[in-house]
């Protein structure tokens, strides 16, 4: 009886136990993004942080250049042809019921990879929630391309603040004060959209 008790004491007061029992309870929100130069991963954390979600990171087959100008040029031939990278990534889409879809703004439009990620991946009835990080432009074309590729989904307002600038080498923008800055904000809008409950 001694050991049993133990036993039930040791299940209880695992932190591995109380870390399953939160990944179940936060397995109906999944958190996709892209990123470059970690600031939309970021503010991704920092929701994943507020909400409890399961995170994926997309990936491509065949990765980006790691200069910023062929990367600017590559994005804007598939932006003119239509192309679609093809991804490394796939997710199980089918157990989540609220989706957030995270992505840097490129050329003022949405990145080539999330759309493919959209085109691939039947998000047909769950709520969809963008968010965004930009060099200081905004989100140009990118949350009306979002909700033309997600006509069936329930999309909430979404969130954009401003991340780093490849093109002038500012990289991780979102630290230090600007990181509590944001994780303020993403916090509010969370509330807004009535994800969060207000305290």
């Known amino acids: 009886m001694k050991y049993y008790l133990l036993l039930i004491f040791?299940?209880?007061?695992?932190?591995?136990t109380s870390c399953q029992e939160a990944t179940a309870d936060s397995g109906k929100t999944l958190i996709v993004y892209l990123t470059r130069t970690?600031?939309?991963?970021?503010?991704?954390?920092?929701?994943?942080?507020?909400?409890?979600?399961?995170?994926?990171?997309?990936?491509?087959?065949?990765?980006y250049p790691k200069e910023y100008q062929d990367i600017v040029r590559q994005?804007?031939?598939?932006?003119?042809?239509?192309?679609?990278?093809?991804?490394?990534?796939?997710v199980e889409v089918g157990v989540y019921d609220r989706?957030?879809?995270?992505?840097?703004?490129?050329?003022?439009?949405?990145?080539?990879?999330?759309k493919s990620f959209l085109q691939t991946h039947?998000?047909?009835?769950?709520?969809?929630?963008?968010?965004?990080?930009?060099?200081?432009?905004?989100?140009?074309s990118s949350f009306r391309q979002l909700a033309l590729l997600c006509e069936e989904c329930n999309i909430l307002e979404g969130y954009s603040t401003r991340g780093g600038s490849e093109r002038d080498g500012i990289y991780l923008a979102i630290r230090g004060q600007r990181h509590a800055q944001v994780s303020g904000s993403v916090k509010d809008w969370l509330e807004e959209i009535g994800v969060l409950t207000r305290e």
């Open 99 to 114: 989706v957030f879809v995270g992505f840097p703004t490129w050329g003022m439009q949405l990145p080539p990879p999330v």
């Open 38 to 63: 970690r600031n939309t991963e970021t503010v991704a954390q920092i929701i994943r942080d507020l909400v409890g979600a399961d995170m994926v990171r997309l990936e491509l087959e065949t990765p």
């Open 75 to 90: 994005v804007a031939r598939e932006n003119e042809s239509g192309y679609l990278p093809p991804l490394k990534t796939r």
């Open 10 to 16: 040791l299940v209880l007061a695992s932190p591995e």
């Open 122 to 140: 039947d998000l047909e009835g769950k709520e969809v929630i963008p968010f965004n990080t930009n060099g200081g432009y905004g989100v140009g």
